[in-house]
């Protein structure tokens, strides 16, 4: 039976089975997440030495019981669980409670692995229902190394079942996990979500993992569950090096933290959970210090408002005929570019709005945020008013999320902040209602209240509240510049919460936008604004946000601003030098993309056709480079340099044909995948990029492709060429099915194949029409089958 | 070199990228900047353990690990030895981040750092070897080998990667393909013994690539 104990008291859980049940003789190896079923009695026993040890709650033996680590034994998650759960049940007796022990599905999530997000929330719901259908007291998350992993599981707990739930992570010495995630971020996106305990367990002893639950203790209200190894493991041996009196001493810093759970992981047994129980006997919980800081984060990026954070607004289709392109052609690689910019031109946080008329923006947020969190590190702000696709992209959001935006209307913080408050997000709030933008500051500043007020009583704390108090276009209400002003200062002064304001929107109508934008944007930060959004892009906005933060003392010895300007002389002089006798040729040879983008963009601007340009010169320049690597003349990085260049001269086309309307430059589309089981995909991605800047148009299914994906793919956007990839010797009978079935359809589209170990014997072997050596091979192909 | 002391071979990324000739040293000084970010960014991880070595009716048995070790190969290199160490280095899922980041950017310098990856990983195992060799002393080391050399089958890296715990200690898995995720992965197993050890493994002799390998078509071979 589960009490209340764990909300407020100290509580004792149990230490390590695999350990215990290997001193018993079970060999490494062994399956022991089958023993309820194999061995029940030996399960038993080891169960009842930590309940007589003293502990209040045991894990019941699932930690592997779920459909991908159970597949090869031939048992299923509905089998091991109820038997399981009812030996620890039988041990624990009627004061002793049972968790269900949730461990790692043993495959990697995106963008890691393959193993979707939705896929993993499955399997986890399938261990959730059959725990809870079996009577645990409660679910316990463990040893999780991938906050989306621990996310999947903890929303598969808490949406299928109302067992309280405890979610533990382990972490390295370096205070972040195997996949980088820190301690903060854990800590918040998982409370934002609705654990009731979390805590650290497992990869370190007692001592090492000391700081980092004081850290956690100041990054969470939540009780915090200590659950470390016995010490570090001998390599001769395997022993850990901690006996139980050291480590329940260990511990003791622990506790004055405020960790309030404790119990063992790795090479701990019942005598160390006794020898806790002496050292913990008599304790009471020490006062906690919570840090109450707004806060968002991806796993690897905490961001912490506590300065100045430029939110990039770039991914917008506001106004921006590129971008709607890029949406309406469900082309994700341009806005993940869009997003690469801004992250390297110094964003804190991005903006991303995907609205647009003929976009499914519930399909297709989740489908951004996805991508941008494959290759961006930033937190993001899904800006959307439809709550759909807010729900969708929070659901997937790795991390803890913003939203932009509610307002005051009742209709609309009863629709959005439930969402809000489900995800653990931070909100904006619009300082407008029903009846429009209120004209004076104070009326701004009451519907500030209210929105604050509708999010308190939902639940959502106040650092998570953001307040927009609008910006409004000074060449058509003049007045309306000081108001927004003043309402800033009074929202920020008066509430203490973060203020945002959208920059840009200040200066349309006016010539010489950037000097309006720059200085109402120091005017607004000097009032208090905290979160401006604008386009971090622009040097002359970022380089005022540098100069506030050494005048505010934010940037400490004003080092970010040193080193800001250190080298900007240098580089605009070498740029200028030379530009003089650079032809786009040269400067796609030698890889020079903003040259070579500059150079298109005066030849179109001089009238030259785009396709002219495409096949006249840039072609030429990409053969050139290619001929030079046949030769050994020119290497990879020298080829990828060029067709880097090449792309940003696409960019240049691309953007001009959206503005004109006209014909778009496309040569041929083909189909690439890297064949299913592998997962080694950069030789794939080699060979996308040289095709894709000789004009052809890449369908990338990605890697571990299944064999009838690629021929459904192909069938239904009839395909006539299509590239497969492998790299290992195993996935090779995968790469010969996926032949097979393409040259079964009715239309056979042209195939040929690469990667390091398929060689032209193996290609024929195979049934393969072509067999392309490297990137530049694959042009030669694709120019045999869609014309020179 | 990173704070871990470990230095990748600047030239065997160099190969790795298929530089044969770089007379002005461009390409070196683009990989030497990949790797000085690299080192910097990553701390590899790697775990060992020891165990008897006896033999089973299908191959070497390292006694309490699971794991046999089948064909000609691990039966020549552990033929002198009582023990072996099994390990397993990676450079973790951070390197998959970086590497992910640095092909939305420029694949140029992705195909760079990947090459980096790979010759960071050996050097973490050559590290490895060095630490297991100071540790016991008096004791001769075989040359590092790994599933997928010669007759000792890729399977393997499943049952050395059970045993070492590498999923909970490394954060490393196997897939299906017997493939490890992250890739930048290595098992291996190094043989000690009481009588020096000839070395065996490393060589085209030992390689599955001899055939189509372009270092050996210019003459000269990884192992120089």
């Keep these: ?788 | 070199m990173g704070e871990n002391g470990i230095k990748l071979d600047i030239g065997e990324a160099l190969r790795y990228l298929g530089v044969k000739e770089d007379p002005e040293g461009t390409m070196a000084r683009a990989v030497e900047t990949e790797a000085d970010k690299l080192v910097r960014a990553l701390r590899p991880r790697y775990v060992y353990r020891l165990f008897p070595v006896g033999q089973g009716r299908s191959g070497v048995v390292l006694q309490g690990s699971g794991v046999t070790l089948p064909g000609s190969l691990a039966g020549r290199m552990l033929a002198q030895c009582d023990q072996a160490a099994l390990l397993a280095c990676t450079l973790g899922a951070r390197f998959e981040t970086m590497l992910r980041a640095a092909q939305a950017r420029d694949m140029a310098r992705a195909v760079i750092l990947d090459a980096c990856g790979s010759a960071l990983v050996e050097a973490c195992c050559d590290g490895l070897e060095r630490e297991i060799a100071s540790r016991y002393p008096g004791r001769y080391l075989t040359d590092r080998f790994s599933p997928g050399y010669g007759d000792l089958p890729l399977e393997t890296q499943d049952a050395i990667c059970t045993a070492l715990d590498a999923e909970r200690r490394l954060g490393v898995q196997v897939r299906s393909s017997h493939l490890m995720n992250p890739s930048k992965s290595v098992t291996a197993v190094i043989g000690l013994a009481d009588a020096p050890q000839p070395a065996r493994v490393r060589g085209c002799a030992y390689c599955s690539l001899a055939g189509s390998c372009s270092i050996r078509e210019g003459g000269k071979s990884c192992a120089d």
């Excluded at chain 1, 350990?19 to 399960?43: C, M, R, S, W, Y």
């Excluded at chain 1, 968790?99 to 896929?119: K, Q, V, Y």
């Excluded at chain 1, 709607?324 to 690689?333: G, N």
């Design chain 1, 1 to 788: 039976m589960l009490t209340d104990a764990w909300k407020n008291d100290i509580v004792l859980l149990d230490g390590a089975m695999g350990t215990v049940l290997q001193q018993k003789g079970l060999p490494p190896g062994g399956k022991p997440e089958l023993l309820a079923l194999t061995d029940p009695a030996l399960l038993l026993s080891v169960h009842r030495e930590y309940v007589a040890a003293g502990s209040q709650i045991i894990y019941a033996n699932t930690f592997g019981a779920s459909a991908p680590k159970l597949a090869r034994t031939g048992h299923t998650v509905e089998e091991v669980v109820p038997a399981a759960i009812a030996v620890a049940r039988k041990a624990a007796g009627p004061n002793v409670a049972v968790a269900l022990d949730i461990g790692p599905l043993g495959e990697l999530l995106e963008p890691m692995g393959t193993l979707t997000f939705e896929r993993a929330y499955e399997y986890f719901r399938q261990i959730a229902v059959a725990g809870a259908a079996a009577g645990a007291d409660l679910a316990v998350i463990e040893t999780m190394t991938d906050l989306y992993e621990a996310k999947a599981a903890l929303l598969a707990v808490k949406e299928n079942t109302s067992l309280p739930v405890f979610v533990t992570m382990s972490f390295e010495e370096s205070g972040r996990t195997f996949t980088g995630c820190t301690v903060a971020s854990m800590a918040r996106t998982l409370e934002g979500l609705g654990a009731d305990a979390i805590g650290l367990n497992c990869s370190l002893g007692p001592d090492l993992l000391a700081p980092l639950l004081q850290e956690l203790c100041e990054n969470t209200r939540l009780p915090v569950i200590a659950k470390p190894n016995a010490g570090l493991p001998d390599p001769a041996t395997g022993l850990y090096d901690m006996g139980p009196e050291a480590f329940a001493a260990a511990l003791a810093p622990a506790l004055d933290a405020g960790v309030t759970i404790f119990g063992g992981c790795c090479g701990t047994s019942p005598a160390y959970i006794a020898a806790l129980g002496k050292a913990l006997a008599g304790k009471r919980p020490a006062a906690r210090h919570y840090d109450a800081v707004s806060f968002v984060c991806t796993p690897t990026t905490p961001c912490r408002l506590d300065g100045v954070r430029v939110i990039g607004e770039r991914i917008n289709p506001t106004g921006k005929k590129r971008f709607q392109q890029a949406l309406l052609e469900h082309d994700l690689d341009y806005i993940l570019d869009v997003a690469v910019q801004q992250e390297d031109a110094g964003a804190d946080i991005l903006d991303v709005n995907v609205g647009y008329p003929g976009v499914d923006e519930a399909a297709l947020l989740p489908q951004v945020v996805k991508k941008l969190q494959s290759a961006v590190g930033l937190p993001l702000q899904l800006d959307s008013s439809d709550p759909a696709a807010l729900e969708a992209g929070l659901r997937v959001y790795n991390g803890k999320a913003a939203v932009n935006s509610v307002n005051g209307d009742p209709a609309v913080l009863e629709c959005i902040l439930p969402i809000v408050k489900k995800y653990g997000a931070a909100v904006v709030g619009l300082t407008l209602d029903k009846g429009g933008v209120p004209r004076t500051a104070q009326e701004r500043v009451a519907i500030a209240r209210r929105i604050l007020d509708a999010a308190l009583s939902c639940g959502i704390p106040r650092q998570d509240v953001w307040i927009d108090c609008l910006t409004l276009t000074v060449s058509a209400q003049q007045e309306q510049a000081a108001e927004t002003l003043r309402a800033v200062r009074t929202v920020r002064e008066e509430l203490g919460l973060q203020v945002v304001l959208g920059v840009s929107n200040i200066s349309f109508g006016l010539p010489d936008r950037q000097l309006v934008n720059r200085t109402f944007l120091v005017q607004a930060l000097g009032a208090g604004l905290t979160l401006p959004i604008i386009d971090p892009t622009r040097r002359e906005m970022m380089d005022a946000v540098a100069a506030v933060r050494v005048l505010s003392g934010e940037d400490r010895d004003s080092r970010a601003y040193i080193a800001r300007f250190a080298d900007a002389p240098a580089q605009t002089a070498a740029t200028s030098a030379a530009a003089d006798s650079l032809t786009l040729e040269d400067a796609v040879v030698r890889g020079l993309r903003t040259d070579a983008a500059r150079l298109a963009a005066a030849a179109l601007n001089a009238g030259e056709a785009p396709l002219a340009l495409v096949e006249g010169r840039l072609i030429p320049a990409l053969d050139k480079i290619g001929e030079d690597y046949e030769r050994g003349k020119a290497f990879l990085p020298q080829l990828l340099s060029a067709a880097g260049a090449a792309q940003a001269v696409f960019e240049v086309i691309k953007t001009a044909i959206a503005q004109t309307g006209g014909e778009s430059v496309k040569r041929g589309r083909l189909v690439l995948a890297t064949v299913q089981g592998d997962i080694h995909d950069i030789g794939k991605n080699i060979v996308k990029t040289v095709l894709e800047n000789y004009g052809y148009e890449t369908i990338d299914l990605g890697r571990d492709v299944p064999p009838q994906i690629v021929a459904d793919t192909v069938q239904r956007e009839h395909i006539r060429l299509v590239g497969l990839s492998a790299l290992m010797t195993t996935t090779l009978p995968a790469m010969e099915q996926t032949i097979r079935l393409l040259h079964a359809l009715p239309e056979p589209p042209v195939v040929m194949v690469g990667g390091a170990v398929v060689t032209p014997e193996y290609a024929r072997r195979m049934g393969a029409d072509y067999y392309a050596k490297d990137a530049r091979q694959s042009v030669d192909v694709a120019r045999k089958v869609f014309g020179p």
